[in-house]
């Protein structure tokens, strides 16, 4: 096992399996290629370049920097390698807080994405003290709206995000932190 990494910008939370913490640029080369591959990109946007990478990095790193909230890192114990980003983001004039996921096509099939997503809605309903929290899910995207059952989370219909992502379809899955009290027992089970 790996010793458990940190980030300057924010907290580092701890799994079974997995470390999650905020951006470092020693996460460039494997989210670059995550980012690379249409297939694991289908839903959010498309595949990048290595410098449109490096600016999304330095995006999520911004929101740490300006919000104490962003997608953190994440790192698997055993290897120490980038599997990811999840985390707890609410860019400007998105439509609700959410709990997002995506996965390096390594890491999906494995069960990493509930088990980081799990302790990240902990985070934002226990440190962040949010409310409530959603996920954008793009209505073709079976594989997310099974992480999305998973966590307890419903499906509260159509969505829309701001520019330049408005032209993409969602539906708005979610739950409220007293739903979540009752659903995190449940997941533990």
């Known amino acids: 096992m790996i010793e458990r990494p940190t980030s300057p910008l924010g907290p580092t939370l701890e799994t079974e399996r997995l470390f999650l913490r905020p951006p470092t640029l020693e996460d460039f080369p494997r989210w670059a290629e995550f980012q690379a591959d249409p297939e694991t990109t289908r839903f959010i946007g498309g595949a990048q370049s ?69 302790a990240t809605m902990d985070y934002a309903f226990d440190e962040l003290d949010w409310p409530d929290v959603i996920h954008c899910i793009d209505p073709d995207n079976r594989a997310s709206e099974k992480v999305a059952e998973r966590l307890g989370s419903t499906n509260r219909g159509p969505g829309r995000a701001p520019p330049p992502f408005h032209e993409m379809p969602l539906n708005l899955w979610g739950q409220t932190r007293d739903e979540w009290r009752v659903n995190r027992l449940k997941l533990r089970r």
Request: aromatic content about 12%; hydrophobic content about 40%.
């Open 50 to 118: 290595r410098h449109q990478v490096w600016r999304t990095i330095a995006s999520v790193a911004g929101m740490w920097a300006l919000q104490g909230e962003g997608m953190f890192s994440v790192i698997e114990k055993t290897t120490g390698d980038w599997m990811g980003r999840i985390g707890p983001l609410h860019p400007y004039d998105w439509p609700g807080r959410e709990v997002g996921w995506s996965l390096h096509r390594d890491a999906m099939g494995k069960g990493y994405a509930v088990e980081a997503a799990a």
